[in-house]
């Protein structure tokens, strides 16, 4: 066992894994059925303004945080103190025009049984451009080889040998995938399927009431899975760890980098968000923020903001008493597009590259680099280092080498986990938000009666008293004037 340290690892790490798996396991169902249910028992004017406010408060947030990340990375500069290794190996990468496609087609998932478990996904396939063999005497063949990565056999790096002359290598693009749920096509198809329902009216009321069931159920689920997580937490951490390289190395290197971009979350995540909480709630932000401590340590743990959606949807409703149909809508949206940390890392990164490539930005690529953060994490996925896929984007808007992304992916690990945690704390502080600026929609008013001029009673104060003969059934949540029940005769 001492000659395998990798398999004693994978060994050691699996209670975390354990935690990992369960969580992924309730994504899905937890998805489809905290929108669907949601948004089918709101009125469609409350959702479009609910909506309308969810979705510019996430964008003005992500903005923020990106001018955060910029302002700090010019300031600290911390492209002088790493240096770029002599020899680097030049890793191919999708262009941002194909990186950006590939967002837009998983928005519409042409199979959602497939959407569940695959996303579409760009690939290059190398072409050698060759004019033939050499007809001169004296010439030799010259061959490619394609051997397989040592860390992922799946990879073939092509080897070449000396060519005279050297052949022309160019890249084709062909339709693939990637073995992760395609989280933003569920939820765009969730969200349309809960307006869908909700304007159906009672022929919809029985799939809205199975989405209800269903979110019930995985909350009751989520609720006998906490007494793990602790246990859980610990070994994906030290798992983790074990896997780092000589960590005085790496902060030699990146650890002024490092520095700035904890700095900035810390400046994003314990005053901007906290501030904007306070100055509109008008209520303490950090009392808010002790009932979701939970969840930010299964952020920390997991590095995946949509496999901490659980949990958070749990610490709302049940620490901080957010409206259940709010936090239905506003959190899954919120882990799929929310993505301040993400974006204040994407930008903190850019300008890093090109400090270490001495390369001067000016004022016009600064803003660029701001606008394509902001863009590129709206349609990062809520799965571990999804942000080195969407950086791709903001390195090439402004002509950075995309090859140099490997300069950081020493730290990322943990960077990753400290900017999920941000994206948690966002998203549960936009609900609380939400919540407060939209709760004159959700409460409930006693609509009067035009002949009696007397107030009716609202659905769950109803008395009524059914006979043995009959039983009432109450369909989906109770909505401001309007009353949905069904009596069925036995």
């Not at 790096?157 to 693939?176: C, Q």
């Amino acid at each position: 066992m001492a000659c395998c340290p990798g398999l004693e690892k994978q060994y050691f790490s699996f209670p975390g894994e354990l935690l990992m798996r369960m969580l992924k396991m309730l994504i899905l169902p937890l998805i489809t059925s905290s929108l669907m249910s949601g948004l089918a028992t709101m009125d469609s004017k409350v959702c479009g303004k609910m909506g309308i406010i969810t979705i510019t408060y996430y964008l003005w947030t992500t903005f923020l945080a990106v001018t955060t990340g910029i302002v700090l990375v010019i300031c600290i500069h911390p492209g002088a103190a790493a240096q770029k290794e002599e020899y680097t190996v030049g890793k191919v990468v999708l262009s941002s025009a194909d990186a950006l496609l590939d967002l837009i087609r998983n928005m519409f998932p042409s199979n959602l049984i497939e959407a569940s478990f695959q996303q579409y996904r760009t690939v290059l396939v190398p072409v050698v451009k060759s004019s033939g063999f050499p007809k001169m005497p004296g010439k030799t063949l010259s061959f490619i080889y394609f051997a397989p990565d040592a860390e992922n056999p799946e990879i073939q790096k092509p080897v070449l040998l000396e060519i005279t002359p050297s052949p022309e290598m160019t890249y084709r693009t062909l339709p693939g995938s990637n073995n992760e749920m395609n989280v933003l096509g569920i939820v765009i198809f969730s969200a349309t399927i809960g307006l869908l329902l909700g304007k159906m009216g009672e022929r919809g009321a029985p799939l809205v009431n199975v989405c209800q069931c269903l979110n019930e159920a995985v909350m009751k689920i989520v609720s006998i899975a906490v007494w793990y997580f602790p246990f859980g937490i610990v070994f994906l951490i030290a798992g983790k760890i074990l896997e780092m390289e000589d960590p005085s190395v790496i902060g030699k290197k990146l650890g002024l980098y490092a520095m700035t971009v904890v700095i900035g979350l810390a400046i994003h995540g314990l005053c901007f968000l906290p501030l904007l909480f306070m100055l509109i709630t008008k209520k303490n932000p950090f009392s808010f923020m002790r009932g979701i401590l939970q969840a930010l340590l299964i952020a920390l743990a997991t590095s995946s903001s949509s496999a901490t959606l659980p949990i958070t949807l749990k610490c709302l409703l049940e620490n901080n008493g957010i409206d259940r149909r709010v936090a239905r809508f506003v959190l899954p949206v919120g882990a799929t597009i929310n993505m301040d940390g993400t974006a204040l890392y994407e930008a903190v990164a850019a300008i890093f590259i090109a400090q270490v490539n001495e390369y001067d930005l000016d004022l016009g690529q600064i803003i660029t680099i701001s606008i394509t953060a902001t863009a590129a994490s709206i349609g990062a996925a809520g799965i571990p280092q999804s942000g080195l896929v969407t950086m791709v984007i903001v390195l090439t808007s402004v002509g950075l080498p995309t090859e140099d992304i490997t300069l950081i992916i020493a730290v990322d690990w943990a960077l990753d986990r400290l900017r999920t945690m941000t994206n948690v704390l966002g998203d549960a502080l936009a609900a609380g938000i939400i919540a407060h600026v939209c709760q004159e929609d959700f409460a409930l008013k006693p609509s009067k009666d035009p002949e009696s001029n007397k107030e009716k009673t609202t659905l769950t104060e109803v008395s009524f008293s059914p006979g043995k003969e009959h039983v009432i059934e109450v369909i989906g949540d109770v909505l401001s004037e309007r009353t949905n029940y069904n009596i069925c005769q036995v």
